[in-house]
């Protein structure tokens, strides 16, 4: 079955640390972007990080996480990964990683990003409590 999944969320004090896996079956990531989003309750959802590029050399991050967050991968266990540290209350969201284009990067900032993305996982829930 063709299908990404979500792991690794859970509930932390701000300022502690969570990592975040996006794991693929039935295909490989050789071919493919993978951007992160996330979603509070009552807004729209945002995207936060990208890896793109054959070699995962292309990453990208919203102001908001960048510095906190780096985004890895590790592509012969078909696994991107969210090292998320140093979190804030703010941060609580539930967090999806989707699939698309190598050059994902360079657009999941765009308007119109929704016509570069593919698959979907799930989601993990992260709770950050104050």
């Known amino acids: 079955q063709v299908q990404l999944v979500e792991s690794g969320g859970g509930s932390v004090q701000t300022g502690g640390s969570l990592r975040l896996s996006c794991t693929a079956s039935?295909?490989?990531?050789?071919?493919?972007?993978i951007g992160w989003f996330r979603q509070a309750p009552g807004k729209e959802r945002e995207a936060i990080s990208c890896i793109g590029n054959a070699d995962g050399s292309a990453t990208w991050y919203s102001d908001r996480v960048k510095g906190r967050f780096t985004v890895s991968e590790d592509k012969t266990k078909r696994v991107v990964f969210l090292q998320m540290n140093n979190l804030k209350p703010e941060d609580g969201a539930t967090y999806f990683c989707?699939?698309?284009?190598?050059?994902?990067?360079?657009?999941?900032?765009?308007?119109?990003?929704?016509?570069?993305?593919?698959?979907w996982g799930k989601g993990a829930l992260v709770t950050v409590s104050s």
């Open positions: 039935g295909f490989t990531l050789d071919y493919y972007g």
């Open positions: 989707v699939t698309g284009a190598l050059d994902l990067c360079e657009r999941i900032d765009g308007p119109g990003v929704e016509s570069w993305l593919e698959l």
